[in-house]
């Protein structure tokens, strides 16, 4: 079983950059699709982006496209999700999950491993 944790959050205005870091140990980071996901307070968790195995693949929200970067250095079972231009909507907690299989990683549901969250807060 892979474990997760994240870090990296805080305080930052508005236009502002950020980066989050999602560390693993267990087993094999690299046979996983990594993914990050955001839950805002009376929200329903929401897809961010995920970025397959191999890190040749990644898929975005598109409320994030353009702004956010997914990232992954299986050498080092590190991902990262880099942000620019943050706004105050991307203020939430932030997740990230393995998932066993690259089908579906919009999806929650397909993940079967989460870190706890670092909360990322967006004044305006």
């Known amino acids: 079983q892979v474990v997760l944790a994240e870090s990296g959050g805080g305080l930052v205005q508005a236009g502002a950059s950020l980066s989050l870091f999602c560390a693993s140990s267990?087993?094999?980071?690299?046979?996983?699709?990594m993914g990050w996901f955001r839950q805002a307070p009376g929200k329903e968790r929401e897809f961010v982006a995920a970025?397959?195995?191999?890190?040749?693949?990644?898929a975005y929200a598109e409320s994030v496209k353009g702004r956010f970067i997914i990232s992954r250095d299986n050498s080092a079972n590190t991902g990262a999700l880099q942000m620019k231009s943050l706004k105050p909507e991307d203020t939430a907690v932030y997740y990230c999950?393995?998932?066993?299989?690259?089908?579906?990683?919009?999806?929650?549901?397909?993940?079967?491993?989460w870190g706890q969250g670092t909360q990322v807060t967006v004044s305006s």
């Open positions: 999950a393995a998932a066993r299989y690259e089908a579906n990683v919009t999806l929650a549901g397909a993940y079967h491993t």
């Open positions: 267990g087993e094999t980071f690299s046979r996983y699709t």
């Open positions: 970025v397959s195995w191999g890190g040749g693949s990644t």
